[in-house]
């Protein structure tokens, strides 16, 4: 989330190199419920979509899933199925986003994943925006973000909010989306996530330019911050 992609795919593939699943079975029960390989697979396939690589980070999202289901693992499962949708939700694949955001929502009800739950309630409302049922997305945008709010959670804070204001745009509630999107670059700066600073500073220039003339050079400045921070580090073209 530093957005330094080389240094995380480096890491990533010495831990698969590392793995050993009969000698780490035990990792899913005492590293955050699941499956270190699993998270290792989907954190690559962010790494990849990020370094504009989107077939190879859906693979990587598929290999995480299989060995969710090939180790039988119902929480390892579900963690890399929130994963996958939210590789989506960044490809602005509406139809795999909905698809795994409602797989994801029925296992973590089933094994009580509150993070899982969450998240996948706002790529939920997402894809349903997308597919022009706004009013009907910001409800499950809300609850997302209310839920995420409730854990605590700071990682991945703005990357919600950026949804969410999304969701307000096409909505009509431009104010509102100019405040979500407003706290979201506050976050991204207070907490180093410099990852998803070009993607709020593309929704902060989508908002602006929905509003009067005025705001018009602001969005322009916005824009031209994101290509030059993505740019920087070694990100293709928004």
């Not at 390892?76 to 698809?99: C, N, P, Q, Y």
Request: glycine fraction near 8%; hydrophobic fraction near 45%.
């Amino acid at each position: 989330w530093l957005g330094e992609v080389g240094a995380c795919r480096r890491h990533v593939a010495s831990l698969l190199a590392l793995y050993d699943e009969q000698r780490h079975s035990q990792h899913r029960f005492v590293y955050m419920g699941h499956d270190p390989a699993v998270c290792a697979y989907a954190i690559e396939g962010y790494a990849a979509w990020l370094v504009g690589n989107v077939a190879d980070g859906y693979r990587a999202a598929n290999l995480a899933c299989e060995h969710a289901e090939h180790i039988s693992h119902l929480p390892s499962l579900g963690h890399a199925v929130w994963l996958k949708s939210m590789l989506a939700v960044f490809a602005r694949d509406t139809e795999t986003a909905l698809i795994a955001a409602d797989e994801v929502l029925s296992i973590a009800r089933e094994v009580k994943l509150a993070t899982a739950e969450a998240s996948a309630q706002s790529f939920r409302g997402w894809a349903l925006v997308q597919q022009g049922q706004a009013d009907e997305g910001v409800r499950w945008l809300e609850a997302g973000l209310s839920a995420w709010r409730a854990q605590q959670a700071l990682q991945f804070m703005p990357h919600r909010l950026s949804l969410y204001a999304e969701g307000l745009l096409a909505a009509g509630r431009s104010r509102d989306a100019l405040a979500a999107i407003t706290e979201a670059l506050q976050l991204v700066e207070e907490n180093h996530e410099a990852v998803l600073e070009p993607l709020v500073r593309l929704t902060l220039a989508n908002v602006l330019f929905a509003g009067g003339r005025k705001d018009h050079v602001r969005a322009e400045e916005q824009l031209g911050l994101a290509l030059t921070q993505a740019s920087g580090r070694g990100f293709p073209p928004l």
